[in-house]
Nanobody, 124 residues
Framework: QVQLVESGGGSVQAGGSLRLSCAASGVTYETRCMAW????????REWVAHIDTVGGTTGYA?????RFTISRDNAKRTVYLQMNSLKPEDTAMYYC?????????????????WGQGTQVTVSS
């Protein structure tokens, strides 16, 4: 059974930075691809970024390119999301997700495992 535990959320002012972490446990191949999604107030769940934890290939939603960086530490089985130049519209619950396939998807239904989420609040 795979478990994903997020941490690192908090409250920051616009322009600030946060680094989210997602620690995975369980069968390694089940977390080949890991991603971050977010759910903002009054919005649908939105894909943020993903990473192939073996090959290192990454992908970003257009609104995050240049501001967010996804990375991984395979020794710790942890994926990070460095968020810079935060905006009030980045306010959301951020979720870590994992799937066993090489091809990372951008749709929530493509992911088998989910964490409990960590709240990010950006004030203007």
């Amino acid at each position: 059974q795979v478990q994903l535990v997020e941490s690192g959320g908090g409250s920051v002012q616009a322009g600030g930075s946060l680094r989210l972490s997602c620690a995975a446990s369980g069968v390694t191949y089940e977390t080949r691809c890991m991603a971050w999604f977010r759910l903002g107030p009054g919005k649908e769940r939105e894909w943020v970024a993903h990473i192939d934890t073996v090959g290192g290939t990454t992908g970003y939603a257009d609104s995050q390119k240049g501001r967010f960086t996804i990375s991984r530490d395979n020794a710790k089985r942890t994926v990070y999301l460095q968020m810079n130049s935060l905006k009030p519209e980045d306010t959301a619950m951020y979720y870590c997700a994992a799937r066993p396939w090489v091809a990372c998807g951008t749709k929530a239904y493509e992911y088998n495992y989910w964490g409990q989420g960590t709240q990010v609040t950006v004030s203007s």
